[in-house]
């Protein structure tokens, strides 16, 4: 990457703390040491179910940090549901936020920072909408998935219901203040979320390795997470018990974290979206069913990215130009996803897709103004309807076909 004209910024003012069993021993400390009265815990029930949240609750009870549990978080949250848990952050008077789950938990929690502290509607902050001020409360993070990437991000993203949409908060100030990466919360994830968080950091990855604004920052991060991923997610998807497998692609998913939240995300994020707010599909296997579909959209926009990517992943690649490189990880990554088990296509939605469906997904991808920008291979809308027909299945009645 020439650097004489590819200026980039840095914001990176969060404490991060990894290792085993990292949060019971240190995060009751930081709560105290940041001389906050109440800890308000925003997780899910499937966390309260498989004991993650009392192992938690039993660490800051032995320092006596005084906290509350509320565990009404719902995959791809609503802002309406963000609402309602800003009424009970207020009635618990609590003035820190502690993040604990996947990516909705963390985008949750982050919205709720920006509802609890500023008037009107949390959509009302949306990208392009009013500005984020500085008056949040302090917020902590606890990813407990191996996806999401959130906890290091300075985005949230929340789902408006009433137009069956995503849209994106985004703020430095939103960037957790600290962040405890403890690969053993990870152990109980199901093997089905194994994958599917595990191939949302990879998504994450390569989309900040290809973006418009990308920088070498960004770049170092994106390639040794994908290399992470790559090496370590079939062996911890195989096998829970490989710890070492598991901590390395717990930490790969923050560095892919890191990596988008300075280089930005793509076309991938853009059509996934849709499918997440309006069908409610899992935001990791969204990804996953699109980006090999992606790759082969953007290839002839940044060849050599591409290849990047592929010859680590296959050093035999490096005598091979960039074009026939990068035409290798299509099927690279297809191959990988497959060996996790990740659906080629959408057809395990109880669902034949019209014409209308489409295009409605098409508008709404294009309106993803978060991603689409910065896609490295501009996109109209009839090469997202193209996308999604490869992917979904159509109704045989649907005149969506050139």
Request: glycine letters at 6%.
């Amino acid at each position: 990457m020439g650097l004489l004209n590819a200026p980039f910024q840095l914001s990176l003012n969060t404490d991060l703390k990894f290792g085993y069993h990292v949060v019971q021993q240190e995060l009751a400390d930081k709560i105290n040491a940041s001389g906050k009265k109440k800890a308000f815990i925003i997780t899910d029930k499937g966390l309260i179910d498989s004991g993650v949240v009392q192992t938690i609750a039993d660490a800051l009870e032995a320092k006596k940090v005084d906290y509350v549990v509320y565990s009404d978080v719902e995959p791809n949250p609503s802002a309406h549901s963000v609402m309602t848990g800003v009424k009970s952050f207020h009635l618990e008077q609590a003035d820190l936020i502690v993040a604990l789950g996947g990516g909705s938990s963390m985008d949750y929690a982050k919205a709720l920072a920006v509802a609890a502290t500023h008037p009107g509607f949390v959509l009302d902050y949306t990208l392009g909408g009013k500005p984020i001020e500085d008056k949040l409360p302090l917020i902590f993070a606890i990813p407990t998935t191996i996806g999401t990437g959130s906890e290091v991000t300075l985005a949230s993203v929340i789902t408006d219901t009433d137009a069956g949409r995503k849209l994106i908060l985004a703020s430095p100030l939103l960037i957790p203040k600290a962040v405890f990466v403890d690969p053993s919360l990870t152990l109980g994830l199901p093997r089905k979320h194994v994958a599917a968080t595990g191939s949302d950091a990879l998504v994450h990855a390569i989309e900040a390795y290809v973006s418009l604004p990308a920088n070498p920052f960004s770049d170092a991060l994106a390639l040794q997470a994908i290399r992470m991923i790559w090496d370590n997610l079939p062996q911890t998807y195989a096998h829970e018990g490989n710890l070492e497998a598991r901590a390395q692609v717990h930490l790969a998913s923050t560095f892919a974290g890191l990596s988008f939240n300075s280089g930005g995300l793509g076309l991938v994020h853009s059509l996934s979206h849709p499918m997440s707010a309006r069908y409610q599909v899992p935001h990791g296997i969204a990804n996953a069913v699109i980006l090999p579909h992606i790759i082969e959209h953007n290839i002839a926009a940044n060849p050599q990215k591409y290849a990047d990517i592929a010859r680590m992943i296959d050093p035999s690649l490096s005598y091979e130009s960039h074009a026939k490189s990068a035409k290798t990880l299509i099927s690279l990554v297809r191959d990988f996803l497959q060996s996790i088990d990740i659906p080629a296509s959408f057809d395990f939605i109880n669902k034949e897709f019209s014409a209308d469906d489409i295009e409605q997904l098409a508008e709404d991808a294009m309106n993803d103004h978060g991603t689409v920008h910065n896609n490295p291979r501009r996109a109209v809308k009839d090469d997202i309807v193209q996308i999604y027909k490869k992917v979904l299945p159509v109704r045989k009645d649907a005149k969506v076909f050139n």
